[in-house]
Nanobody, 124 residues
Framework: QVQLVESGGGLVEAGGSLRLSCTTSTSSLSRYTVAWFRQAEGKERSFVAA????????NYADSVKGRFTASRENARNTVYLQMNGLKPEDTAVYYCAAARFSVITMTPRGYNSWGQGTQVTVSS
């Protein structure tokens, strides 16, 4: 397992942008497929996006396609989630999760390392 730390959440108006970061100091993220999940109050945790360890493949939930982009910067040992065109329904706690040399999966059980989450709130 790897210790993950998310940052970049906050309060933004509808239509605005945020960039979330996921990093670790305990391993090299270049060996890990990293996914983003979110959990709104009273709802189950759901898949948002993922980028595989090679950075050759990325998947997105239908609800964020065309608005969110996952990327990685191995020199900074960081994976990003660029969120544009934010909507009030994007409000949630966002978690990054990692699995070593894994194919992308869209279920939480596919990942064995999790961050503590960062709150994203989009006002209307």
């Amino acid at each position: 397992q790897v210790q993950l730390v998310e940052s970049g959440g906050g309060l933004v108006e509808a239509g605005g942008s945020l960039r979330l970061s996921c990093t670790t100091s305990t391993s090299s993220l270049s060996r890990y497929t990293v996914a983003w999940f979110r959990q709104a109050e009273g709802k189950e945790r759901s898949f948002v996006a993922a980028i595989d360890w090679s950075a050759r493949s990325a998947n997105y939930a239908d609800s964020v396609k065309g608005r969110f982009t996952a990327s990685r910067e191995n020199a900074r040992n960081t994976v990003y989630l660029q969120m544009n065109g934010l909507k009030p329904e994007d409000t949630a706690v966002y978690y990054c999760a990692a699995a070593r040399f894994s194919v992308i999966t869209m279920t939480p059980r596919g990942y064995n390392s999790w961050g503590q989450g960062t709150q994203v709130t989009v006002s209307s």
